[in-house]
T-cell receptor, first 116, second 112 residues
């Protein structure tokens, strides 16, 4: 049981480049979310999904897109990278009522992104 | 809306010292409360949780009691170790919410 898997672990981009951060979970969880973590700012919610085909914006959605075509995968797309998007990104998942959840949020190990 | 307030860090302690990290919350109804821990270079992982008033969550020597009257969930450990050095996040999940609300995190540094 791998839990929540994020790839890549590290990435360096140039301003204006686009890329996709991958996130996959193997726990059949309904809810998935993306956060960014910056020094002194805690975790800030970017986007989240409550099931395949359903996504919504979080606190800081600008510059990011998501989609949820399957229960397992929830990729985060940076459309045109900016230095302000330099951060550590975490994907998380949580089971809903149908999964007999215990309300625990499971996190991936993170993607460390630098935009030059 | 829901919110979680944690004490500012870093908290710096010597090994075997007593630890308290304060957490207070604002929420409607009766949320579930959590402490997550983030070790250097890793993602967050659940440390302990409590789902109703007066419940005590415990794990790895850490404890926290759900205090509804003071809307608090303070984290304590009687004797910290160097390996406890990490960032600790308090969080809540209200009934009907999809996403937990997290505090800003408190960094703990334990010196030998």
């Amino acid at each position: 049981n791998a839990g929540v898997t994020q790839t890549p672990k590290f990435q360096v981009l140039k301003t204006g480049q686009s890329m996709t951060l991958q996130c996959a979970q193997d726990m059949n969880h309904e809810y998935m979310s993306w956060y960014r973590q910056d020094p002194g700012m805690g975790l800030r919610l970017i986007h989240y999904s409550v099931g395949a085909g359903i996504t919504d914006q979080g606190e800081v959605p600008n510059g990011y897109n998501v989609s949820r075509s399957t229960t397992e995968d929830f990729p985060l797309r940076l459309l045109s990278a900016a230095p302000s998007q330099t951060s550590v990104y975490f994907c998380a998942s949580r089971g809903g009522l149908l999964a007999g959840a215990k309300n625990i949020q499971y996190f991936g190990a993170g993607t460390r992104l630098s935009v030059l | 809306g829901d919110s979680v307030t944690q004490m500012e860090g870093p908290v710096t302690l010597s090994e075997e010292a007593f630890l308290t990290i304060n957490c207070t919350y604002t929420a409607t109804g009766y949320p579930s409360l959590f402490w997550y821990v983030q070790y250097p270079g890793e993602g967050l992982q659940l440390l302990l949780k409590a789902t109703k008033a007066d419940d005590k969550g415990s794990n790895k020597g850490f404890e926290a009691t759900y205090r509804k009257e003071t809307t608090s969930f303070h984290l304590e450990k009687g004797s910290v170790q160097v390996s406890d050095s990490a960032v600790y996040f308090c969080a809540l999940l209200s009934g009907g919410s999809y996403i937990p609300t997290f505090g800003r995190g408190t960094s703990l540094i334990v010196h030998p």
